[in-house]
């Protein structure tokens, strides 16, 4: 697969962002748009990014590697990160996350049949005070129940997607209560 | 609804559009900028100074004073907005980035100034991608304002402002190694000395990392004044802050209140209380690398940098945990130790090795397979890797694990098979 015009436009902007001896820097966020463009960091986009950016295999492998949100092998349509850190799991998470197992039949780490959904169990998303959260592709859900997951999962199903909680609801007195 | 004149950095959360730039300059969004490109840029740091604002991504440390750290003749100079917010807890930088993004902006273009640097770069972890989109199109609108780029409101000052995200690595909230991070490598942490990137940070120039929530702050230190700033807190604590509220309350959330507030009245006169009638366990003060405080500690207990510390925790970065009775401290410890282990970032030793053997023996402790010295070999284990590595991660793991095993011995040994 040959690497598409966009991604070539999308490196000439991310790389106008530093110095111009300075490429090297322009490296997470291209393998970022390339996963966003390619759903994934193919062999070839990898190349690719080393000759564009005029460093060496081992500079975009070391950084594959190390970052949790890269992704060197395919995925499901959706990526569902569920967070299991402290505030989510103490709010519930655990259970919820065990429903989503049981709801789509794999364990984190692990791809519907379909290829619909990929279940990734993350740390803290920093959505603490409104948990159990979770991230579907690039959009944010929160105060998750087993019925609002319920219709997230269906409503990807049946191509209606559920509203994402964008943006972040108040909660707090920053919500604008007197205090 | 209309701004509310109570709060400081979160009054216009709730305006409509205030990510908008028309909405925000309505709001009085780059007021300040405009006073501080008019003034001395060493003046704009002794104002800073004098405010009392402390970082809040974590250390507490004086923001001003920081700024004063950057060496006298050495340019190029950066500013580079730390949006990692990975400290488990905390949840309140989302909140600026997808609410009032200008002042963030405002904040970082007036520390740019400050320093006299020429770029600003809003680094943010790769997770927010709302946040980060929201941001981003704020920076487009400040640009099309005339408030970033060339000869900024005809100072003579020139300075771009760039985005720039992370990809999941919480050690990229260490200043170090974010820089790393933003130089496109892996995010580990530089070896200390130099103690402060203000003298070699980013492509070895002087660079200031300040945290989204600190650098929110300066327009508002700069529209109600130092002083008046000052007083809002408890000494050498100015301001207000966002309390990252999140666990056993009745009402979880962000709450902005003046520093030192007392601990008890976010979790019941703000928080509304415990949930389901049950009795306070422990609380987390500051992120999850704070030490554990019981009940009886939370008690009379100001929120401010020096007041936790005195109690033997920290208030990091104001990520308050609420536990309740009903949680087992030995199930707490293996969450908590899960995200150590998962995020060290492999570089020394002691850390990598012993949170993966931290968390083998926590699990032990849920699986009702561990001995009674197992809790000995956590404590040791701890105690080896604190103060034995690059970045305060070790600590950040040791701490919480020892309070956790000193302060709840009877639970881990009540789950002992001998």
Not at chain 2, 93 to 117: F, K, T
Not at chain 2, 139 to 166: D, R
Not at chain 2, 172 to 182: A, H, R, V
Not at chain 2, 219 to 247: D, H, Q, W
Request: glycine share 10%.
């Amino acid at each position: 697969m040959a690497i598409p015009e966009t991604l070539k436009k999308k490196a000439e902007e991310i790389l106008f962002r530093y110095p111009e001896d300075r490429r090297r820097s322009g490296l997470i966020p291209l393998l970022f748009e390339v996963q966003r463009e390619l759903g994934w960091i193919t062999p070839e986009a990898e190349s690719w990014v080393v000759e564009t950016l005029g460093v060496t295999d081992v500079n975009v492998r070391e950084v594959i590697t190390f970052y949790s949100m890269m992704r060197a092998e395919p995925s499901g349509k959706y990526l569902i990160q569920f967070c299991q850190n402290i505030s989510c799991c103490l709010t519930g998470g655990e259970e919820i996350q065990k429903h989503v197992e049981h709801k789509l039949g794999i364990h984190p780490g692990e791809t519907t049949k379909d290829g619909l959904f990929t279940l990734k169990c993350v740390e803290c998303l920093g959505g603490c005070s409104w948990g159990p959260m979770m991230l579907i592709n690039e959009d944010q859900y929160f105060q998750l129940t087993v019925e609002k997951l319920d219709r997230i999962i269906h409503g990807l199903k049946a191509g209606e997607p559920v509203p994402a909680d964008n943006p972040t609801p108040l909660l707090g007195n920053v919500a604008g209560e007197k205090v | 609804m209309a701004a509310n004149g109570n709060l400081l950095i979160s009054r216009n959360f709730a305006v409509e559009n205030m990510a908008s730039i028309d909405v925000a300059l309505k709001n009085g969004a780059y007021d300040q900028l405009k006073r501080a490109v008019k003034m001395k840029p060493e003046e704009v740091t002794e104002l800073v100074k004098a405010s009392g604002l402390r970082g809040h991504g974590g250390a507490g440390f004086s923001a001003g004073t920081k700024w004063g750290f950057i060496p006298k003749d050495k340019f190029p100079r950066y500013v580079t907005v730390n949006g990692d917010e990975s400290e488990p807890g905390t949840c309140k930088d989302r909140l600026i980035l997808e609410r009032d993004p200008h002042l963030l902006i405002e904040g970082a273009l007036i520390c740019a100034y400050a320093v006299q640097a020429e770029r600003v770069y809003i680094y943010i972890r790769g997770e927010y991608f709302y946040p980060t989109k929201v941001t981003a199109e704020a920076v487009k609108q400040a640009y099309a304002k005339g408030f970033a780029g060339k000869n900024i409101l005809n100072s003579g000052w020139s300075c771009s402002v760039h985005m720039h995200n992370g990809a999941g690595a919480y050690i990229c909230g260490e200043e170090t190694g974010l820089i790393e991070s933003m130089e496109g490598k892996k995010g580990w942490p530089r070896l200390k000395p130099p103690f402060y990137p203000a003298a070699i940070g980013l492509y070895g120039a002087p660079t200031i990392v300040n945290n989204v929530e600190t650098l929110a702050f300066v327009p508002r230190v700069m529209e109600i004044g130092p002083e008046k700033f000052a007083a809002l807190g408890t000494p050498k604590n100015g301001g207000t802050a966002l309390y990252s509220l999140s666990g056993h309350v009745n009402n979880p959330g962000v709450y902005e209140l003046p520093m030192g507030t007392p601990l008890m009245d976010l979790i019941h006169k703000f928080g509304g209380g415990i949930r389901n009638g049950h009795k306070l366990k422990a609380v987390i003060p500051g992120g999850s690398s704070s030490h554990i405080l019981t009940a009886e500690e939370c008690e009379n207990l100001p929120l401010d940098f020096e007041s936790v510390a005195s109690r033997g925790s920290m208030l990091g970065s104001a990520a308050v945990m609420v536990i309740d009775e009903t949680v087992s401290i030995p199930k707490l410890m293996h969450w908590m130790v899960r995200f150590y282990a998962h995020e060290s970032c492999g570089q020394c030793t002691p850390c990598r090795e012993g949170c993966d053997w931290l968390l083998r023996l926590s699990k032990k402790f849920i699986d009702g397979t561990a001995r009674k010295r197992d809790i000995d070999d956590m404590w040791e284990l701890a105690d080896n890797i604190d103060g034995k590595t690059i970045c305060a991660l070790g600590a950040a793991v040791a701490w919480p694990t020892k309070s956790y095993l000193v302060k709840f011995r009877h639970e881990f040994e009540a789950v002992c098979r001998n």
